[in-house]
């Protein structure tokens, strides 16, 4: 499973109930590299901002893969005035800046059982 909440300069992994009995690999799209490791596996990306669906485009090349999200995805283009899309927050200040704390915590309740699910 590949998390994809936060921010590369500040990734938020949230303490999941479950994770002790999930079998598979538990990843932060920060850490994530590429495709290759994920090489013929079931693969659920979690997450709807640009990173989780840019992930998620790439894995099915190697893997089945499977977008989970709460809302319809809203996608952006990567490029912004000519500029990533990365460049902004980074630029601004905003990239750093601890949003998750303030803004209202995603339920959690159903994770436990997809990471039961996933693990058969």
Request: aromatic share 6%.
């Given at each position: 499973m590949v998390a994809a909440s936060g921010s590369f300069?500040?990734?938020?992994?949230?303490?999941l109930p479950g994770p002790e009995s999930f079998t598979g690999h538990l990843l932060h799209v920060a850490d994530y590299r590429g495709p290759e490791a994920f090489a013929g596996q079931r693969v659920v990306v979690v997450g709807a901002g640009n990173s989780a669906v840019q992930v998620a485009a790439?894995?099915?090349?190697?893997?089945?893969?499977?977008?989970a999200t709460r809302a319809p995805v809203r996608f952006a283009r990567q490029l912004l005035w000519g500029r990533d899309l990365y460049f902004w927050p980074t630029r601004t200040g905003l990239g750093a800046a601890a949003l998750g704390r303030v803004l209202r915590t995603p339920p959690l309740s159903a994770l436990p059982s997809l990471l039961r699910r996933m693990s058969t």
């Open positions: 300069g500040n990734p938020y992994r949230p303490a790439e894995l099915p090349r190697t893997s089945r893969t499977t977008l």
